[in-house]
């Protein structure tokens, strides 16, 4: 991907082409606002995203923390209509497995019927047209590697299993924040996105479609377009509900 921007001094891009433009259509958007208004809009136009706008998206979304920060991330950028043809295949295999989940799971509690149907139906539109978003971005991040037992300290040495254990649970925790802000960098292009997961049902032939190494995960699948629908408010359950003070079921908010 050859670019027109250049790093400057305050760490944003700038440079040539349309990145002044686009400067200028983010300042309008506020953070708070992309964050309440960052609906999963999953019906896409078919017209091409411009190289600059992915660079810049996957730009803030390599800005989040990461432990350690070790940054062992990867952003597999697809638009070759084959490819994005075969993992649209897999997501829409990988949807028939969920839908039999979620049929069986029923609805949340917070959610009425119809917005439950609204959400299943929409998802119903995703199983189809997966490969047609025209971008599918595939972040992965490598599994932690642990040092060898013997290079521990003996009591270390037998929680060795544990430390293995902890490895895999905080895995996601490094890769969800660069995730989540290229979502709303995103929302503040006007650029429709969304994580799907539904792919980790035929996690090895993505990887072989996609040729990603083993010690590489692909936590995500996001289709990336210009949306057909409008963003707008996202329903969340009250604060008042899930905060707690101080221990677990004290209301923060009374
Ligand atoms: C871990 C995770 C997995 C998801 N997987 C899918 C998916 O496979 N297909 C899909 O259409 N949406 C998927 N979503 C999107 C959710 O359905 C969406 O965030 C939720 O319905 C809220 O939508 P809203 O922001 O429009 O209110 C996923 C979201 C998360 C956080």
């Not at 706008?53 to 996957?58: A, D, Q, T, Y």
């Amino acid at each position: 991907m050859r670019v027109g921007v250049t790093a400057t001094k305050g760490g944003a891009a700038a440079g040539a082409g349309e990145v002044g433009s686009l400067e200028a259509k983010m300042s309008e958007i506020g953070l708070f606002e992309a964050m309440y208004t960052a609906r999963a809009l999953r019906k896409l136009k078919p017209d091409p995203v411009p190289e600059e706008l992915i660079f810049r998206v996957l730009e803030a979304g390599t800005r989040a923390g990461s432990g350690g920060n070790a940054q062992r991330w990867a952003f597999i950028v697809v638009r070759d209509a084959a490819q994005r043809y075969k993992l649209g295949e897999i997501y829409r295999r990988g949807s028939d497995i969920s839908a039999e989940v979620y049929a069986r799971r029923g609805r949340p509690p917070h959610l009425s019927d119809e917005q439950f149907q609204k959400m299943m139906t929409a998802g119903a539109h995703l199983w189809d047209h997966m490969g047609e978003a025209p971008v599918l971005l595939v972040p992965c991040i490598e599994s932690n590697t642990l040092p060898p037992r013997e290079a521990f300290p003996p009591a270390i040495r037998a929680r060795y299993n544990d430390l293995a254990v902890y490895q895999q649970l905080i895995r996601g925790a490094s890769i969800y924040p660069a995730v989540q802000n290229i979502i709303l960098a995103c929302r503040a292009v006007g650029l429709a996105t969304l994580i799907t997961t539904n792919h980790l049902y035929y996690e090895a032939e993505l990887r072989s479609v996609l040729g990603i190494p083993d010690e590489m995960f692909p936590c995500a699948l996001m289709p990336i377009g210009w949306p057909i629908g409008k963003f707008g408010p996202v329903n969340r359950r009250p604060v008042s509900e899930v905060a707690f003070a101080d221990q677990w079921g004290t209301p923060l908010v009374t």
